[in-house]
T-cell receptor
Framework: GAVVSQHPSWVICKSGTSVKIECRSL??????MFWYRQFPKQSLMLMAT?????????EQGVEKDKFLINHASLTLSTLTVTSAHPEDSSFYIC?????????????FGSGTRLTVV | QKEVEQNSGPLSVPEGAIASLNCTYS??????FFWYRQYSGKSPELIMS????GDKEDGRFTAQLNKASQYVSLLIRDSQPSDSATYLC???????????FGQGTELSVKP
């Protein structure tokens, strides 16, 4: 089946530094990538939607200059958390939509646990 | 604001019982409906998708959709302790479009 590989699975960084999270679709072309954030005991909140070769569309309240999304190819999308602060500590999950994109058309990455100290 | 609502729970059922999870959505234009299971610290995994009114069964799981009433439910028969997880309802408004998630219902199946 369709697989999205997300790395790293966890990362600890110092406040003020930047962290890059990668999501790769291994066996299909991810025309659209969705980036979610999940705080403890809360649901997945959509941060942004990116289409290959286009600028990402950010949800209301999400700072586009802080959460940089790149979707330069049909198999790779990245999320960079710039100047991270402790309040950015969260579980970040990508979800790809595209041809052969899983039973439902959406394939989720395994998530990245970000801790900012 | 398009919303998806679920009772946060926790919902506790004894092993072998039927667990019933409910979800309502605000936008009548919603097209596709999904139930995901999420274990703590893990990514969501798809249980069921449903697109038209009525019931859809897959093993111990049955999804029910009623577009007129704008609700979708998930029944889990013969609940097992391994079913203990958070169940997320998700809706989209066009194929391949963004998924909007409910807040999730925590299910606990007691042995």
């Amino acid at each position: 089946g369709a697989v999205v590989s997300q790395h790293p699975s966890w990362v600890i960084c110092k406040s003020g530094t930047s962290v890059k999270i990668e999501c790769r679709s291994l066996d299909f072309q991810a025309t659209t990538m969705f980036w979610y954030r999940q705080f403890p005991k809360q649901s997945l909140m959509l941060m942004a939607t990116s289409n290959e070769g286009s600028k990402a569309t950010y949800e209301q309240g999400v700072e586009k200059d802080k959460f940089l999304i790149n979707h330069a190819s049909l198999t790779l999308s990245t999320l960079t958390v710039t100047s991270a602060h402790p309040e950015d500590s969260s579980f970040y999950i990508c979800s790809a939509s595209g041809e052969q994109g899983g039973n439902s058309g959406y394939t989720f990455g395994s998530g990245t646990r970000l801790t900012v100290v | 604001q398009k919303e998806v609502e679920q009772n946060s729970g926790p919902l506790s059922v004894p092993e072998g019982a039927i667990a019933s999870l409910n979800c309502t959505y605000s936008d009548r234009g919603s097209q596709s409906f999904f139930w995901y299971r999420q274990y703590s610290g893990k990514s969501p995994e798809l249980i069921m998708s449903i697109y038209s009114n009525g019931d859809k069964e897959d093993g111990r799981f049955t999804a029910q959709l009623n577009k007129a009433s704008q609700y979708v439910s998930l029944l889990i028969r013969d609940s097992q302790p391994s079913d203990s997880a958070t169940y997320l309802c998700a809706v989209n408004y066009n194929q391949g479009g963004k998924l909007i998630f409910g807040q999730g219902t925590e299910l606990s199946v007691k042995p």
